[in-house]
């Protein structure tokens, strides 16, 4: 696969009470980002299991992003500082079996914030891009 | 009264409206909401953060607004106002008045409407930053998500069009390109468009706004314009519509009978005209030159309305050929009588009758009816043609009539008629043997004299002098015996033309008599006018001068001077009544003649009038002919005058008026062409640009037409409705100071000078820059911002009071802008810092080291801007020093008001006013009005912030419900549902619902093929589209498919699961499937209207996310719901003020209540007391609320007792108390937990406190002023000991006030006696800054100190006490000698506190003061559930504000207490026992500290605590605890489905 007809495959877990609502702010204020970003939902950040994001990897992901609500904001209290810390240590995971932790980020985005996620959606896409196809999808 | 109502109307849907609404609805009662907006929300949904946490306002509110919307015992009546309130406590009867938002339940939300509405507005919800369309939901998440039509009062220019024909409408689908559109709408009101383009008077444009500003805007001319369309394109196809047997006759066919046809024959009826003349049109086609108004465009429209199928009858005159009864005969239902005013009016003068004397309306008639130009019309050169016949279907008029040849049938001759050719030259065009010829005027001109004189000033004398102009008179003369001023032809331009085409004009002149020579006019004798008294028309009428009188020769004299009605063609069998003018006698309105059946209208009615005027009376004829013939009531409804919408034009932009072309006067010779040569494309959209549409909505119904949910109706009326209801809680919340009344700030002036609110949306993400920090001038980012402070607030000039919110505000807006823009400089200039709330004073803390914002002590006295850069300037003095900066932007802090309309909603609710115009309340009762039963919270009583807005609510719930309590559950309804199908063991059969919302999604994705490829994944049974998915019909196709079907999983591929799920979740539990088989995929906000341009991805991405929801539908399992009983019971901690309250609150509330209290007596600090600030007496409280709670009978008091241990949860609690020294113990059970135990006083170290007796505390002070021992001279008060220190940062709260009562008590007893205050700010926030005020003015000597410079207390080898204190205005220590020495001693938390909260599990703050589950919005509720929190314990307060907290606790616990059970369940966390290591993570993790270890070593998470968030399952290593909903293996396959493609 080249670069230039390489089209990214990302996964966003987005926690409901914020980063959802993000994306949704975008859909309402019609901004526009790529459609290789899709959704899936869970009630917190906090909620992002590492499995989760490796499993993402597994299965051809090229980029997977956590979001959540901004911090001090979270709606469980503190899960987006749990999510941070997992995110953090999968990061070195990634690091250490050749995906690359760049793959792999953590976001804060309040539910009004619809162009941060469109925004976030758009250069993530761009840095996965860059970064070419994640090492499993080579084969 | 007995018959109390179980239901409270909560008047506002702020924060404070919602929180009240939602209380009383989960504790049984039935609440209406009743808002003025077309949305709930408030000014909280405005806000971008808030303080001191910085949460994003909108992410803490949005799941509010939702369980609102979605709560079943709710009603939301927004878009409405109050109208009366009737009846007494307990049982009012509420009118309310529904205003008309044109949109109806129908609509969806779905925005199609907006996206093709072509009127903008300025935002509000931006404060104008942003724009909306005039259909309109406020904010994206609004609720409800029903769109709103803003029409506010009728157009000027419609109002004043008689026939109120919406140029708005047509005139904005113009300036957006829209012509066709255009043309529909000015067609369903007039079917003139291109006449009355060219020849109305324009009435509208005189009232037409723009007027104030550079000019009307030119209606007519762009009607002109679109009308004209139809030249080229035949006219848009009319419906064939005769519905209707009953048939109406008109008589005349003028502009009204045509119009009174036109409308009939739209409305069904069969109609028919009689017209005495052999042509239709009347005096359009007799009264107006060609050249204004061209023969063809006349046939075009008259064509037009002859093809909607009315008949005709010409050369008919009634009266003479047939009579009115005739008509009846002939089984007409109706007649319409408009026969016009054809009659010159005579002057009665000598001489009228000679030869060369003409009547203008004759000559014109003669002239336009081609009797003098005989010729005007298409000449057939009979040699030349071959009779070929395709001139006859070329002519648009049908003027050519085809003969056969005899000889040869093949071979048709034409002949023209006269009467219909209109010379248009499209026959000659077709012929291909040119064999016709155009004629024109040359050979062929009537006999004019070279000298005419037209007297008259209409605009029939200025058509004959131009007409007879172009018929060769050499010299014509315009006489008029009043001035240019009073000449009643319009528009005003016409006289100009006139002149331009060399008619003369001669004012204040009158004929006196015409002479003749053998019976021909030969001169005429006139007499000058002058101008005298106005007359009974407003003018001034004209005098004669004596011997002025003068002769002129003249050929012709043409008299314009009006017509009047001829009733010579008909005969007196014709029995309608007259009045003295001739006119025929109507009544006003419904236009009835004396005789039964006939009406009339019109010049006939009127006297010779306009066509737009008769057009109207056509318009009032048909809609009463067609009640009178259904025998509805002719009047009802129609003289109501409309409330007429006004613009302001300030500050808007001049465009000026696009000039039409006119034919140039050279080419006007010798010719009837048109002179007015219309607008080209461009012209018109230009021109139609300018239009403000003053009324809001255009009525151009672009949204009715794009609208699938057919939800839009534009001629909605109001609507009055009645509800009765037990409690009104009034919250209308507040209103921001209008910073344009200090006009020394410059806002609107400078346009870099912006208000806190505006700011806010500024900054917010969703606002109108995307949360991109900008100037308004160029959009640069600023890098410098000065903050305001109390503009509106503190001052002498508007407001008194203190606004209590402006300092954290911006201290938030200032921190959150550095945030935004890294590197901005915030500078807040303000008077004193007022950070008295919990944990404020660490976040003005935080602003000045973490963030460096500057602050400089100084009410800035006002702006300047620099006017080429739009930088402001601000002079200011900071420590003595006069300084100038310059900055990029303004920011004023403006203040709170008592809400839009108070005054108007004070007197309809019948409660009073305070002096600031807030609703008036007393201390210690904050939440009752003047008026039993109705009760106030939130804002409107005192400025307040969201915290203690939020408490109030629940408080004032508490009171509203108290007084009905006994009605608890009589209104509410529960959603049942059928019995739950038991689908274990099912083979898996999904239903997929995929949603076009109307086009939002459809004309992105390709729904066809998601719906084909969703039939292809595994599991699916049925797949579908509809139109909204959320509409009532799909919703019940839902249920009957997946009955049909046999489905036991659902999923609505549509929008987004927050808004939505809760209702597909219903749907689905009504086809009897558990709520939780259920999914969604958003194919709309995450899909259509974010890839918008790319419809392939949009498309392949919704088929993804259809596959992921079905991959997860596999696997999800039905969740039941537990029950547990709940113990209606409440225990509250600590007897204080804030105890005693709470328990008599919950008490009154019907619910039995444990009040325990460590000390021996109830009263706790307030037993201390005397005097509460401003100076109300504390023992009376403290007896009132003992004796209260000794007597009732549901509070049982527990005093010398402890709490030993808690066990249970939420709805049963366990609770042994030990009392007296521990011997005698006992369990108490409850289903819920007050704490309110209390502060205590910061014991003084400084200040030689307890080393010198002159040192004391206020409290001390207190008891000698009470007691009357206070003797001093000389009292100094040190303000914050103990407070925003070192060691205990936070601000005590209430010591400002108690320094200032106890400085004004001192002062009341001896004026004399000198009190000096050291302040670091005086903090008497909201009404209380009156007293502040008052201290000062009694003498207070107000010194303000910092850290910097602390005073310094000494005891001097003579044992005297002595202050040094540095003067900051002097810059120097100054030494007193106080008789007193009185500490402002702050609070600290309460003994025990700690081992409270360890006992309880229950968090605490760094300062050590319990922390409850949201400051914001939870500010009473503890996380765990079931506790909550009140007074000092929660940070130092006011009694009253305890007190006020304390009701916001009992109103909190009556959610669990009125329940008999709790629901517990759902998407919780489960723990597998077997996998359970006990390892304790999870108990580490949990946010809500729910999970523990049970006895068998394993984890217990228990099920009414949990909430949910998954952070235990995410991190346990044994993978033992799962999320029900959220398990891995669902969120997984929603992975792989996504990635792998598998389901």
Request: charge should be negative.
């Amino acid at each position: 696969m080249t670069s230039k007809n390489f089209e990214p495959k990302i996964v966003a877990y987005c926690c409901h009470y914020c980063a959802y609502g993000a994306a949704d702010m975008a859909g309402t204020m019609r901004l526009e980002y790529p459609p290789n970003i899709k959704i899936i939902r869970l009630p917190c950040s906090g909620k992002a299991d590492i499995l989760y994001i490796l499993r993402a990897f597994e299965d051809g992901a090229d980029g997977v992003y956590v979001a959540g609500c901004e911090e001090g904001s979270c709606h469980f209290i503190r899960g987006n500082f749990r999510a941070k810390k997992r995110v953090k240590y999968a990061k070195k995971i990634l690091d250490e079996i050749g995906i690359r932790g760049e793959r792999l980020e953590m976001h804060n985005i309040s539910t009004s914030s619809g162009p941060k996620f469109a925004r976030v959606a758009t250069e993530f896409t761009e840095k996965i891009r860059q970064l070419g196809p994640s090492p499993i999808n080579k084969n | 009264m007995d018959d109390k109502v179980g239901a409270v109307l909560v008047v506002g849907g702020g924060i404070g409206g919602m929180q009240s609404a939602l209380d009383l609805a989960n504790s049984g009662f039935k609440v209406f909401i009743l808002e003025r907006s077309p949305a709930i929300g408030g000014k909280m949904a405005q806000l971008d953060k808030t303080f001191p946490t910085n949460d994003c306002a909108m992410c803490i509110m949005a799941p509010k607004l939702v369980e609102v919307g979605k709560h079943p015992n709710i009603e939301l009546i927004t878009y409405s106002e109050l109208i009366e309130i009737t009846g007494d406590a307990g049982n009012f009867k509420v009118k309310i008045l529904k205003k008309a938002r044109y949109v109806d339940e129908n609509c969806t939300g779905c925005g199609s409407c907006a996206e093709v509405c072509p009127v903008e507005f300025p935002n509000e919800f931006d404060i104008g930053l942003g724009k909306r369309h005039a259909i309109y939901v406020p904010f994206p998440q609004a609720v409800p998500l029903q769109y709103t039509i803003n029409k506010h009062g009728m157009q000027p220019c419609v109002a004043e069009c008689p026939a109120s024909v919406g140029a708005p409408g047509y005139i904005t689908l113009v300036s957006h390109g829209k012509f066709y559109e255009a043309l529909q709408i000015i067609k369903e009101k007039l079917p003139f468009p291109s006449i009355c383009g060219r020849v109305c008077h324009r009435p509208c444009e005189k009232k037409c706004e723009r007027n104030k500003l550079d000019g009307p805007v030119g209606i007519a001319h762009i009607k002109r314009f679109v009308g004209d369309l139809e030249l080229n394109i035949p006219a848009i196809e009319a419906p064939s519509v005769l519905t209707r047997a009953e048939s109406v006759a008109i008589v005349g066919g003028g502009p009204a009978g045509l119009t009174a046809a036109h409308d009939l024959v739209l409305m069904g009826y069969h109609v028919r005209i009689y017209e005495s003349t052999p042509v239709l049109g009347g005096m359009m086609r007799f009264g107006i030159p060609r050249f204004r108004l061209p023969k063809e465009i006349l046939e075009r429209e008259i064509t037009g309305i002859l093809r909607l199928g009315v008949s005709v009858q010409l050369n008919t005159t009634i009266g003479r050929t047939l009579e009115i009864k005739d008509l009846f005969d002939f089984g007409h239902k109706a007649v319409f009588f408009a026969i016009g005013a054809q009659k010159g009016k005579p002057m009665k003068c000598p001489g009228e009758k000679l030869e060369g004397v003409y009547q203008a309306i004759e000559f014109l008639k003669e002239v336009n009816l081609g009797k003098i130009i005989k010729t005007s019309i298409a000449k057939i050169d009979m040699d030349a043609c071959t009779g070929c016949g395709l001139c006859a279907p070329a002519c648009i008029y049908n003027a050519i009539e085809l003969t056969p040849d005899k000889e040869n049938s093949k071979r048709q001759y034409p002949l023209v008629s006269k009467y219909m050719c209109t010379n248009c030259g499209k026959c000659a065009s077709a012929c291909p043997s040119k064999a016709i010829r155009l004629s024109g005027f040359r050979d062929t001109y009537p006999r004019i004299g070279g000298s005419v004189i037209v007297v008259g000033g209409g605009n029939a004398a200025l058509d004959t002098a131009r007409t007879a102009i172009r018929l060769g008179a050499k010299n014509v003369t315009i006489m008029y015996r009043r001035s240019r001023e009073e000449m009643p032809a319009e528009p005003d331009w016409e006289i100009d033309e006139t002149e331009l085409e060399g008619v003369k004009l001669l004012y204040c002149t009158a004929i006196k008599r015409a002479i003749g020579e053998n019976g021909r006019l030969k001169t005429i004798v006139c007499i000058k006018m002058k101008l005298g008294e106005l007359d009974k028309s407003g003018r001034r009428s004209p005098v004669p001068i004596p011997g002025s009188e003068h002769t002129i020769e003249v050929d012709n004299i043409i008299l314009a001077i009006g017509q009047v009605v001829n009733m010579g063609t008909t005969t007196d069998e014709v029995n309608l009544e007259r009045t003295p003018w001739g006119t025929l006698k109507i009544d006003p309105i419904t236009m009835e003649t004396n005789m039964k059946g006939v009406f009339s209208g019109g010049d006939a009615a009127v006297g010779s009038g306009t066509v737009i005027g008769a057009v109207a009376a056509g318009k009032e004829a048909a809609i009463s002919i067609d009640r009178y013939i259904n025998g509805i009531d002719l009047r009802a409804g129609r003289d109501i005058k409309p409330e007429i919408a006004e613009v302001q034009v300030e500050g808007l932009k001049k465009k000026r008026k696009v000039k039409m072309k006119y034919l140039p006067i050279e080419e006007r010779e010798d010719n009837f062409n048109e002179v007015e040569l219309g607008y080209t494309e461009k012209e018109a959209m230009k021109e139609a640009d300018r239009c403000l549409t003053c009324g809001g909505c255009a009525d151009c119904y672009e949204c009715s037409r794009n609208c699938e949910a057919n939800a839009i109706h534009h001629n909605m009326e109001p609507e009055e409705i009645e509800i009765d209801v037990g409690s009104v809680i009034l919250s209308p919340g507040f209103k921001e100071f209008d910073a344009a009344r200090k006009k020394e700030y410059g806002y609107e002036r400078f346009s870099n000078v912006v208000s806190s609110i505006e700011f806010e949306r500024i900054l917010s993400a969703s606002g109108p820059f995307a949360g991109n920090v900008q100037r308004l001038s160029d959009g640069r980012e600023p890098k410098t911002i000065a903050f305001l402070q109390c503009i509106g607030s503190r001052d002498e000039k508007t407001n008194h009071y203190c606004s209590s919110v402006c300092c954290m505000y911006s201290i938030k807006e200032a921190i959150i802008a550095q945030e935004h823009s890294p590197g901005l400089q915030p500078h807040i200039f303000f008077m004193d810092i007022r950070a008295f709330g919990k944990e404020f004073e660490d976040y003005y803390i935080r602003a000045q080291d973490e963030y460096g914002i500057n602050f400089t002590r100084c009410r800035v006295p006002g702006i300047e801007e620099d006017p080429i850069t739009n930088d402001l300037i601000i002079n200011y003095v900071e420590d003595g020093t006069r300084m100038t900066k310059r900055f990029d932007m303004v920011v004023l802090a403006v203040g709170l008001e008592a809400p839009e309309k108070a005054k108007e909603l004070s007197e309809k609710a019948g409660v009073d006013l305070n002096e600031y115009g807030f609703c008036d309340t007393s201390q210690f009762t904050p939440f009752e009005t003047s008026r039993p039963g109705i009760y106030v919270g939130g804002a409107f009583s005192e400025p307040k912030d969201i915290p203690m807005t939020v408490a109030d609510a629940s408080g004032v719930a508490a009171k509203a419900s108290a007084i009905i309590s006994s009605e608890r559950h009589s209104l509410v309804t529960e959603k049942t549902y059928p019995p739950e199908r038991d689908v274990r063991g099912e083979a898996t059969r999904i239903g997929v619902f995929v949603c076009k919302c109307g086009i939002n999604i459809s004309s992105v994705v390709n729904v066809p093929e998601v719906v084909e490829y969703a039939k292809n994944l595994q599991g699916v049974v049925y797949v579908d589209w509809n139109t909204y998915s959320c509409s009532q019909d799909t919703q019940k196709t839902m249920i009957e498919m997946a009955k049909e079907h046999h489905l036991n999983r659902v999923i609505v591929a549509s929008c987004t699961p927050r808004t939505h799920e809760p209702l597909f979740q219903s749907t689905i539990q009504e086809a009897g499937l558990n709520p939780h088989l259920f999914e969604m995929a958003n194919i709309r906000d995450q899909c259509s209207w974010v890839h918008k341009n790319d419809h392939e991805g949009a498309t392949e991405k919704a088929k993804t996310l259809v596959r992921m929801a079905v991959a997860k539908a596999h696997l999800i399992e039905p969740l039941t719901k537990k029950e547990l009983p709940v113990i209606p019971k409440g225990l509250v901690i600590g007897g204080g003020v804030a105890g005693m309250s709470a328990a008599l609150e919950m008490g009154d509330q019907g619910f039995d209540t444990y009040l325990v209290e460590h000390d021996r007596k109830l009263g706790g600090r307030l037993r201390d007391r005397f005097f509460l600030p401003p100076n109300q007496d504390a023992p009376i409280l403290l007896r009132s609320l003992t004796e209260k709670i000794e007597e009732h009978p549901r509070i049982k008091v527990f005093t010398d007792t402890r709490i030993i241990d808690v066990s249970g949860h939420v709805g049963h609690f366990k609770t042994t108390i030990s009392r007296g020294d521990g011997k005698e113990e006992s369990e108490l059970e409850h289903g819920i937990i007050v704490i309110a135990t209390g502060a205590n006083r910061y014991k003084p170290t400084e200040y030689h406190y307890g080393q010198h007796d002159r040192v004391i505390t206020q409290i001390d002070l207190e008891a000698s002023i009470a007691s009357g021992t206070i003797s001093a001279d000389r009292v100094v008060m040190i303000q914050c000991v103990g407070s925003r220190d070192e060691v205990r940062s936070y601000c005590s709260r209430t010591c400002c006030g108690e320094a200032i009562k106890n400085a004004l008590e001192i002062k009341s007893i001896n004026p004399e006696t000198e009190v000096i205050i050291l302040y670091k700010d005086i903090r008497t926030y909201g009404f209380r800054e009156k007293y502040y005020k008052e201290a000062a003015k009694m003498g207070v000597i107000f010194i303000r100190y910092d850290d910097d410079h602390k005073p310094v207390s000494e005891i001097t080898g003579q044992g005297d006490l002595e202050l040094t204190m540095w003067e900051p205005l002097l810059k120097r220590y100054l030494s007193v000698k106080p008789d007193l020495l009185v500490l402002s001693n702050g609070m600290v938390p309460q003994e025990g506190t700690k081992e409270l909260s360890q006992l309880l599990k229950l968090p605490t703050t760094k300062h050590g003061f319990f922390m409850e589950a949201h400051m914001k919005l939870r500010p009473v509720d503890f996380a765990n559930s079931g506790m909550f929190l009140c007074g000092d314990a929660h940070s130092p307060k006011y009694v009253e504000e305890s007190m006020a907290q304390a009701s916001a606790t009992a109103g909190r616990a009556a959610t669990i207490l009125s329940r008999p059970f709790l629901e517990v369940g759902g998407s919780i966390a489960r723990v597998n026992e077997e996998d359970c290591a006990g390892c304790l993570t999870c108990v580490r993790v949990c946010p809500y500290s729910v999970p523990r270890i049970g006895e068998e070593g394993v984890a217990i998470i228990d099920e009414s605590e949990c909430q949910g968030c998954g952070v235990c399952a995410s991190e346990c290593p044994a993978k033992a605890i799962q999320v029900l909903h959220f398990k891995d293996n669902q969120v997984l396959a929603q992975c792989d489905g996504m990635l792998l493609e598998v389901v």
